[in-house]
C-alpha cells in the first residue's frame, strides 16, 4: 500500500474514518449490557456454546464466534439472534440421510462431493455415506439455530449476550456500539 504523504493530517483522518465506517466500525461506546453476565448466558440458559465456540470453548457445529462481535454492531448482532429467518452461512448447511435399511441421520454437510456425504451429527460424530446407499438425502434450507429467544431470554439478558459477543472480540481490535438493542415489538435497523 503506498504512503499517504500528500495527504493533510486532516485528510488522513477523515480517510481512516471512511474505512471504519465501511467495516462497521464508527464509535467506540459503552455495551449495551454486562458482558460477564452475558458470557454466564452463553455457556448457560442460551445454550449458545452447544453449537458456537469462543476463543475454544464451546461446540462445534455453528459458526465460531470468536471475532463475530468485531465486525458486527450491537444492533446486527441482537437481529441475528432474534431473526427466525437466518441465512445459513457457507459450511452450516444441514441435511437428513436416510439409509436404505430406513436409518436417518441428521447432521451437518461438511464435505460432499457426486458419489459420497459427510455428515457430522450432533454428538461430534461423523458419518461418512455413499449416496447411492441412501434411499434419500433432504438438505433444510432453515438454520438449526433456535428461533425462540425473544420467549427464553429477557430483553436485559439479550443485551448481556450481545455485550458478551462484542467483548469476546476486545482482544481481536473490536469496536463497540452505545445503542442498547430495541425493545420487543420495535424494529431494528
Known amino acids: 500500500m503506498p504512503a499517504f ?84 452461512p457457507s459450511g452450516y448447511k444441514s441435511a437428513v440421510a436416510t439409509t436404505r435399511d430406513g436409518t436417518r441421520i441428521e447432521g451437518i454437510v461438511r464435505n460432499e462431493d457426486n458419489f459420497s456425504v459427510q455428515l457430522q451429527t450432533q454428538d461430534g460424530s461423523f458419518h461418512f455415506l455413499q449416496k447411492s446407499d441412501l434411499q434419500n438425502l433432504e438438505y433444510r434450507n432453515q438454520s438449526l439455530m433456535p428461533t425462540n429467544y425473544e420467549e427464553r431470554l429477557t430483553r436485559a439478558e439479550l443485551n448481556d449476550l450481545v455485550s458478551y459477543l462484542m467483548d469476546a472480540s476486545s482482544s481481536q481490535g473490536k469496536s463497540t456500539s452505545k445503542r442498547a438493542p430495541k425493545e420487543k415489538g420495535d424494529n431494528v435497523e
Do not use: M, W
Open 5 to 88: 504523504h500528500s495527504l493533510t493530517a486532516d485528510q488522513v483522518r477523515s480517510l481512516v474514518s471512511y474505512v471504519r465506517f465501511l467495516q462497521g466500525k464508527t464509535e467506540n461506546h459503552a455495551l449495551p449490557g454486562n458482558p460477564e453476565r452475558g458470557k454466564e448466558i452463553y455457556f448457560g440458559k442460551g445454550e449458545c456454546s452447544s453449537c458456537h465456540s469462543i476463543a475454544g470453548q464451546g461446540g462445534f457445529l455453528g459458526p465460531d464466534l470468536t471475532t463475530y462481535g468485531s465486525t458486527s454492531a450491537d444492533t446486527v448482532i441482537l437481529q441475528a439472534i432474534l431473526n427466525p429467518k437466518r441465512i445459513v
